[in-house]
C-alpha cells in the first residue's frame, strides 16, 4: 500500500513557475513508477497523462504539451516525487495528481496508488 500526498499547488500567472511535490509514504517506494497527471475542471475533459519517471530515474516520459517546459523528478531516499513546471500557459489551469504504478505508462490504468490532487490556476 502506497499513500500519496501532493503539495505546491496554486495561483500564478502565464509564464510564471511552479513546482509540485508528491511525499510517498511506505518503504517501497523505488518499487514504482511515478507518475503525474491532470484533470482540468471542466465538464467532459478526461485525466490526462503529464509526466512519468522510472523507479530509479533512468527514464523520463513526457506529454507533447509539457515536453520542454515541465521536468520530473525523484528521490527514492526521501520517497519524494517533483514536477517541476516552467513557462506555464492558461492550459496547464488542472488539477494535478501524483500516481504510482508497477508498470511504467501513459494511462491512468497504468497505475494503482493516486493522490487527492493539487490545484493548479495558471491565469493572464
Known amino acids: 500500500q502506497v499513500q500519496l500526498v501532493e503539495s505546491g499547488g496554486g495561483l500564478v500567472q502565464a509564464g510564471d513557475s511552479l513546482r509540485l511535490s508528491c511525499a510517498a509514504s511506505?518503504?517501497?517506494?523505488?518499487?514504482?513508477?511515478m507518475g503525474w497527471f491532470r484533470q482540468a475542471q471542466a465538464p467532459g475533459k478526461e485525466r490526462e497523462f503529464v509526466?512519468?519517471?522510472?523507479?530509479?530515474?533512468?527514464?523520463?516520459n513526457y506529454a507533447d504539451s509539457v515536453k520542454g517546459r515541465f521536468t520530473i523528478s525523484r528521490d527514492n531516499a526521501k520517497n519524494t516525487v517533483t514536477l517541476q513546471m516552467n513557462s506555464l500557459k492558461l492550459e496547464d489551469t488542472a488539477v494535478y495528481y501524483c500516481a504510482a504504478g508497477r508498470s511504467p505508462g501513459i494511462i491512468t490504468s497504468s497505475y494503482d496508488y493516486w493522490g487527492r490532487g493539487t490545484s493548479v490556476t495558471v491565469s493572464s
Open positions: 511506505g518503504r517501497t517506494f523505488s518499487s514504482f513508477t
Open positions: 509526466a512519468s519517471i522510472s523507479r530509479f530515474g533512468t527514464m523520463r
